[in-house]
C-alpha cells in the first residue's frame, strides 16, 4: 500500500510539476473580408517538462492557430480574443514585444508547418542558422558559429552540411527544407519545442531518426515538446498524452495509451477508424468521418460534430457540450457522458465511473 | 462510330497511357562548374490507362524531380517521356496546352504551390480558362461541384489561399488538378498534409474518379500503408535511381531490396504499446551525397548486408520474380 502510495507521488511530483505551458480558455479570431472566422474557441491545454503532448485533430480545426497565438506569431488579420497562456509562469499574451522576442528564440522554438515559407528564399541555408545562432548566442566568434552550423545541420541528418551549407532552399528537396527547419528549432536548446508537423514531408526512416533525435533532447535536457501531426502512428511513438481537436476545441485529452485502447469521443473513434492499418484489403473502402467539418466563419451553437455524428441527438445539435473529467483525469466533451445521457446504443456513457461536467458550462 | 469506339476501349485496357525511359535528371551544383546533383538517374517505367504507380523513397531521392520531369516543368536532362505514345520530352512550352489537359500535377507544397494573390475560385478555375473553351457559368458550376467534392463548401471560394490551412491549401490543389478530368494526375505527395479522415475522403474521392473517368495516377508518397492501398504496382527509389518494382502487393510481403526492408520497419505502428518498444528499428546512418553518388550500389554506405561486390558495381534492375524488379546484387 505505502509503497504504491509513493509511487504514485514521485509519478506526479507535486509542487515541482508547474507545466511548462498553460493555455487556459484560448480563443482566437481572423477578421477577413468574409467576416470574422473563430479559428479556436476556448481551447485549454498543457505542456510539461520533459513530456510530449500529441496535438491531434481535423484540418482547420486550429492546431496551427492555437500555438501562433502562444507565441504571438498570428497573421495580422488573427487576434486573440480571450483566454491566458502562460509559460513559465509568465503570461505570454501580455507580455511586452520585446521581451516576447527573447522568449521566443531562446525558450520557445517553433518548427512552422510550411519549410519554404519560413526560410528566406534570398540566403543561404547555412547562413540562416547561422544568423539564427548569432541572435541567440552573441558571445561565439563567427568560426564557432559556422562549426554549430554544420554540426546542427548533420544532426538533422542534411548529408554533406558542409557543401550544402551555401545551397538556396529551392536547390533542397521538401524533406530536406524540413529539416533546416528543424536544425534552427534546435539551434537554441528551447525549454519548449512547438512542433507543427515537422516529419510530414519527410520518408520514414528519415522520420524515425528525427524523432529520435526530438525524443533525445526531450529526455536529456527535459525539453517540453508540443507535437502536431496528422499521422497517429507518429503519436503513438512519440506522445505520452494527446489533445484532440474539432472546430476550434479540445474534444478529447487522455493519456496515448488509453486513448489508443478506447476513445472516449466519437470524432476520435471516427479518425481511428478511417486509417487504413498496413495490410489494409484494397478492395474495401475507406471509412472516413462522413460530412465535412463546420463552417468556422459562422460556428455552430451545439456540438460543431453534431452533423457528421453517428450517435448525435437533439440537444447536440443545439447546445454546446460541457467537458467531462472522469476520475482518472480522462476528459471528452461529449453529451453522451452525461448521466442524463440514455443508456441504449451509447457506448461512451458511465463506463468509467461517473464524469464531473466542468462550471463554465453549467 | 464502331470503329472508334473499339479503339477507345483497347485504348482504355492495355496501350500504356506512360512510358517513361531513361530519365534522367542532373542539377547544376554549387561551388564548381562540373560539379552536378545526380537527381534523378535512368528511371523507366510504364503506367496503363487507369492504373496506380506508387512512388516512395527517401527524401531528396528525385520522387518530385521524376514527376516534374514528366509534366515538363523540368527539362530532363536524357531519357524519353511518351504520353498517349506521343514524345513529349521536347515539345517546346508553348504547345504544351493540349498536353496539359491529358496530364496534371498536385504539388508537394500546398503553401507555394498556390497563387496567394488569387482566391480558391480563381485558382480551380484557371486550368479550365487557360483552355478557353467554357462558359463562364459552366466554370462556376464546374468549380463549386469540384470544391464540394474535395470537401470544401461555397464559403471557402471567396477566401484567398493564405486564409486556409494547410490541408485546405492542399485539397484546392487536388481540385484545381482534378478539374479538367485529365487522363493522368501526378499526385506528389496530395495527403501528406491533410488529417487521416479527410486522407480517407481524398483517397476514396481519388479512387471514384479513376473508377468513372478511367484515370491514371502516380501516387508519390511516404505514408507506406497508403501508398499499398491505393497503387497497383509500386517503385522505390533510392539516390535517384529505382532500386524496386512491384507489380501487386509483393513488395510489401516479400521486399527484395536491403532499403525496402529496413523502410518498411521503420514505419511507424499506430500502437503506443508496441510503438515504444519498437524505436530502435529502421535504418540507420547518413544519406551520402548526390552530387558524388558512392560508386557501386548506392545504397552500400547503409546496407546491413553490402559485400565487396556492391562497393564497385552497380547493381541493374532486373526481374527477380515475376512482376518484381530490384537492383540489388544479392538478390
Ligand atoms: N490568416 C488567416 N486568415 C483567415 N483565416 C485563417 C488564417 N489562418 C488560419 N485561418 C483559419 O483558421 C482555422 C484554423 O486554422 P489552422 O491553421 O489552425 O488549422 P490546423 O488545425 O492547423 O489545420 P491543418 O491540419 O490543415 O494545418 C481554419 O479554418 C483556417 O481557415
Ligand atoms: N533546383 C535545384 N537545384 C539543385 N538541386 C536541386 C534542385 N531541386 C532539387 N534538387 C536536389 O535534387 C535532389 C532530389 O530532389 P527532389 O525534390 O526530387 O526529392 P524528393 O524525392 O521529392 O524528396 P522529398 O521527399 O523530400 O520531397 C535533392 O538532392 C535536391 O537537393
Ligand atoms: S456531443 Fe453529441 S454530436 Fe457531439 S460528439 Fe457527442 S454525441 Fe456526437
Ligand atoms: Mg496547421
Ligand atoms: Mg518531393
Same mark, same amino acid.
Given at each position: ?69 502562444? +507565441? #504571438? @506569431? ?6 486573440? $480574443? !480571450?483566454?491566458?497562456?502562460? %509559460?513559465?509562469?509568465? *503570461? =505570454? ?117 528525427? +524523432? #529520435? @533525435? ?6 536529456? $535536457? !527535459?525539453?517540453?515538446?508540443? %507535437?502536431?501531426?496528422? *499521422? =497517429? ?118 463506463? #468509467? ?10 | ?331
Amino acid at each position: 500500500m505505502t509503497m504504491q502510495y509513493k509511487n504514485y507521488d514521485v509519478s506526479h511530483n507535486p509542487g515541482g510539476d508547474e507545466p511548462l505551458l498553460t493555455i487556459r480558455n484560448l480563443r482566437t479570431s481572423f477578421f477577413t473580408g468574409a467576416g470574422e472566422i473563430a479559428a479556436v474557441r476556448g481551447v485549454s491545454l498543457t505542456v510539461r517538462r520533459g513530456e510530449c503532448l500529441g496535438v491531434v485533430g481535423e484540418s482547420g480545426s486550429g492546431k496551427s492557430v492555437t500555438f501562433l497565438s502562444a +507565441l #504571438r @506569431l498570428l497573421a495580422p488579420a488573427g487576434r486573440v $480574443m !480571450g483566454g491566458e497562456i502562460r %509559460f513559465q509562469g509568465r *503570461d =505570454l499574451l501580455n507580455m511586452r514585444l520585446k521581451e516576447m522576442r527573447e522568449v521566443r528564440g531562446a525558450r520557445i522554438a517553433m518548427i512552422f508547418q510550411d519549410p519554404l515559407s519560413s526560410l528566406n528564399p534570398l540566403i543561404p541555408i547555412g547562413k540562416q542558422v547561422d544568423e539564427m545562432l548569432w541572435a541567440h548566442e552573441k558571445n561565439l566568434t563567427a568560426r564557432q558559429r559556422k562549426d554549430k552550423t554544420l554540426e546542427l545541420l548533420t544532426k538533422a541528418h542534411i548529408p554533406e552540411a558542409e557543401r550544402r551549407y551555401g545551397s538556396y532552399p529551392h536547390e533542397f528537396s521538401g524533406g530536406m527544407r524540413q529539416r533546416v527547419m528543424i536544425a534552427m528549432a534546435l539551434a537554441c536548446k528551447p525549454d519548449l519545442l512547438v512542433a507543427d508537423e515537422p516529419t510530414t514531408a519527410l520518408d520514414v526512416s528519415i522520420q524515425n531518426q528525427i +524523432l #529520435r @533525435l526530438i525524443k533525445s533532447l526531450q529526455s536529456e $535536457m !527535459g525539453m517540453g515538446v508540443a %507535437f502536431i501531426t496528422h *499521422d =497517429l502512428g507518429v503519436i503513438a511513438q512519440m506522445c505520452t498524452r494527446v489533445s484532440v481537436l474539432y472546430g476550434g476545441l479540445v474534444m478529447e485529452d487522455a493519456a496515448a495509451d488509453d486513448l489508443f485502447d478506447r476513445p472516449l469521443h466519437p470524432y476520435t473513434e471516427g479518425l481511428l477508424t478511417s486509417m487504413p492499418s498496413l495490410m489494409q484489403d484494397r478492395s474495401i473502402r475507406l471509412s472516413p468521418i462522413p460530412g465535412s467539418p463546420p463552417d468556422m466563419s459562422a460556428p455552430p451553437s451545439g456540438c460543431p460534430f453534431a452533423p457528421r455524428c453517428a450517435h448525435a441527438r437533439n440537444i447536440c445539435v443545439s447546445q454546446m457540450p460541457p467537458t467531462y473529467t472522469y476520475a482518472d483525469g480522462r476528459q471528452s466533451r461529449c453529451w453522451l457522458h452525461s448521466h442524463d445521457a440514455p443508456a441504449f446504443d451509447n457506448p461512451y456513457r458511465d463506463i #468509467r465511473g461517473t464524469a464531473v461536467p466542468d462550471e463554465e458550462a453549467l | 462510330m464502331r470503329s472508334e469506339s473499339t479503339r477507345a476501349n483497347a485504348k482504355e485496357s492495355d496501350a500504356p497511357l506512360l512510358q517513361v525511359r531513361g530519365l534522367t535528371h542532373h542539377f547544376p551544383a554549387r561551388g564548381g562548374r562540373h560539379r552536378i546533383v545526380h537527381a534523378l538517374e535512368n528511371v523507366s517505367f510504364t503506367l496503363t490507362h487507369g492504373r496506380t504507380l506508387g512512388l516512395v523513397g527517401e527524401s531528396g531521392c528525385g520522387k518530385s524531380t521524376c514527376a516534374r520531369c514528366i509534366v515538363r516543368i523540368l527539362n530532363p536532362s536524357a531519357g524519353q517521356v511518351l504520353l498517349d505514345g506521343q514524345d513529349i520530352t521536347h515539345i517546346p512550352q508553348k504547345r504544351l496546352l493540349p498536353v496539359r489537359r491529358k496530364m496534371q500535377m498536385v504539388f508537394q507544397d500546398p503553401y507555394t504551390a498556390l497563387n496567394a494573390r488569387m482566391t480558391v475560385r480563381d485558382i480551380v478555375a484557371e486550368p479550365l480558362r487557360a483552355q478557353r473553351s467554357y462558359s463562364s457559368g459552366e466554370t462556376r458550376e464546374m468549380v463549386g461541384e469540384m470544391l464540394s467534392r474535395v470537401g470544401l463548401t461555397r464559403e471557402h471560394e471567396n477566401r484567398y489561399a493564405h486564409e486556409l490551412s494547410g490541408g485546405q491549401r492542399q485539397r484546392v490543389g487536388i481540385a484545381r488538378a482534378l478539374i479538367l478530368k485529365p487522363a493522368l494526375v501526378l499526385c506528389d505527395e496530395p495527403i501528406s498534409a491533410l488529417d487521416v479522415s479527410i486522407q480517407a475522403q481524398v483517397i476514396n474521392l481519388l479512387r471514384d474518379f479513376q473508377q468513372e473517368l478511367g484515370l491514371a495516377y502516380l501516387f508519390i508518397a511516404h505514408d507506406l500503408s497508403m501508398v499499398r492501398y491505393v497503387s497497383d504496382s509500386v517503385g522505390v527509389m533510392y539516390m535517384g535511381e529505382l532500386v524496386e518494382l512491384s507489380d501487386g502487393g509483393d513488395l510489401y510481403t516479400r521486399p527484395l531490396h536491403p532499403y525496402t526492408q529496413g523502410l518498411l520497419e521503420s514505419i511507424p505502428i499506430p500502437n503506443p504499446r508496441v510503438a515504444r518498444e519498437n524505436t530502435a528499428r529502421g535504418l540507420t546512418g547518413d544519406i551520402a551525397s548526390p552530387i558524388d553518388p558512392p560508386p557501386g550500389c548506392r545504397f552500400h554506405t547503409r546496407c546491413p548486408r553490402a559485400a565487396a561486390r556492391c562497393k564497385s558495381e552497380p547493381p541493374l534492375l532486373k526481374e527477380a520474380a515475376p512482376g518484381h524488379w530490384t537492383a540489388c546484387h544479392l538478390v
